[in-house]
């Protein structure tokens, strides 16, 4: 009788040890990656020095981080360029040592600035402020990579369009260079 109760303890402690990161791995499995992170952050609370579950959490972790430069980088293809640079920050916040995610952050910041001078520009341009609007302008273009496919091709064009509408001699037209 001692011998079955014992058995029993063993076999409900071998189940409950299992139930413990049985809810990590069944997000796992189905793809929840943040939400299986954070079931293995649980875990760990409670077996801190488990080298399977820091193993998985880390998984579980790059995983979510990969989902969301993925769609950072789609989005900065689409030229939406706030939300790549949210969904990049979110990436970094799950893993922060990768070097790809912190480029590709710097590169849509840097786009962003770009258009933000090229707003500026084209407000100014509107206003007649000219010379203030070609600064803006030049601004715009040093932020803007002219040897990419990315927003920056089609934002410099952009910015040409509109320096090509103003008559004034300091500002080059479009039809006036020939590369940038």
């Known amino acids: 009788m001692r011998a079955t109760s014992i058995l029993g303890c063993l076999l409900l402690s071998v189940l409950l040890a299992a139930c413990a990161t049985s809810k990590g791995d069944k997000l796992m499995k189905a793809g929840q990656w943040e939400e299986a992170a954070t079931a293995y952050q649980e875990d760990l609370r409670e077996d801190a020095s488990n080298p399977d579950l820091e193993a ?45 995610y912190r480029a590709v952050l710097a590169e849509a910041q840097r786009y962003k600035e770009g258009e933000d001078h090229l707003s500026a520009g084209q407000k100014l ?49 479009c039809s006036d260079q020939g590369s940038v």
Request: hydrophobic share 45%; net charge positive; with cysteine.
């Open 125 to 173: 341009l509107k206003a007649g402020r000219l010379e203030e609007a070609a600064e803006a302008f030049e601004q715009a273009l040093g932020r803007l990579d002219t040897n990419r496919r990315t927003p920056a091709r089609r934002t410099e064009s952009d910015l040409y369009e509109c320096v090509a509408t103003a008559d004034h001699a300091e500002i080059p037209k």
């Open 56 to 100: 998985k959490l880390a998984v579980a972790r790059a995983r979510a981080a990969a989902v969301h430069a993925e769609r950072a980088e789609a989005m900065l293809k689409d030229r939406n360029l706030p939300g790549a640079i949210e969904a990049m920050k979110h990436a970094l916040t799950l893993a922060p040592t990768n070097a790809h």
